[in-house]
């Protein structure tokens, strides 16, 4: 069975670093979207992308965060300068045309910042 | 503003039935789904209603009142595997973009 997946699955770095998670959605799905889930809390929507285009983003998607498919099969999130309140499990969803309530998520990456 | 609101959490016994509710207040409403997570795990989906009435799929059903802004998950012959953090969400746009607004979830303790 098809499914998306996410690397890497864990990844420490320290406070105003880079990093970029990585994703490969489901191969047929067209929309696809990060989410962050701080532990013991819900999921937040952070963004959704489709036609190689930002659809939507929330207050939390602010400068520091961006978004790119850079070929057929990756969608990565890239936080420019990271700070300690995004330490999160961030996963990366993907869903088909006209079944974007029925979102596919993949296993996610624990991001740590120290 | 936006909010879901639903218990924290519940406790059942193996082989019982089990509702979780779920009211929403929310800019736009296309649909009602229901997410499944295992501790560690990805949020995986269960069931979506757009339209008032029930759905059932296997041992899990979802019912919708949109007049009321209410839902809830039913989920019957409980099992040891159905321990796991439920949610409802919302789709406020159509099939078209779709981004879920979560609630904050419902964990549900399966007891021998």
């Known amino acids: 069975e098809p499914e998306v997946t996410q690397t890497p699955s864990h990844q420490v770095t320290q406070m105003g670093q880079e990093v970029i998670l990585r994703c490969v959605p489901i191969s047929n799905h067209l929309y696809f979207y990060w989410y962050r889930q701080i532990l013991g809390q819900k999921v937040e929507f952070l963004v959704s992308?489709?036609?190689?285009?930002?659809?939507?983003k929330s207050e939390i998607f602010d400068d520091q965060f961006s978004v790119e498919r850079p070929d057929g099969s990756n969608f990565t999130l890239k936080i420019r300068s990271t700070k300690l309140e995004d330490s999160a499990m961030y996963f990366c969803a993907s869903s088909e045309r006209g079944r974007t309530y029925e979102q596919y998520f993949g296993p996610g990456t624990r991001l740590t910042v120290t | 503003g936006q909010s879901l609101e639903q218990p924290s959490e519940v406790t059942a016994v193996e082989g019982a039935i089990v509702q979780i509710n779920c009211t929403y207040q929310t800019s736009g409403f296309y649909g009602l789904s229901w997410y499944q997570q295992h501790d560690g795990g990805a949020p995986t989906f269960l069931s979506y209603?757009?339209?008032?009435g029930l759905e059932e799929t296997g041992r899990f059903s979802s019912f919708l009142s949109r007049s009321d802004s209410y839902g809830y998950l039913l989920l019957q012959e409980l099992q040891m595997k159905d321990s796991a953090s439920y949610f409802c969400?919302?789709?406020?746009?159509?099939?078209?973009?779709?981004?879920?607004?979560f609630g904050k979830g419902t964990k549900l303790s399966v007891k021998p």
């Open positions: 992308f489709y036609n190689n285009e930002i659809s939507e």
């Open positions: 969400a919302v789709s406020n746009y159509g099939g078209s973009q779709g981004n879920l607004i």
């Open positions: 209603n757009a339209l008032d």
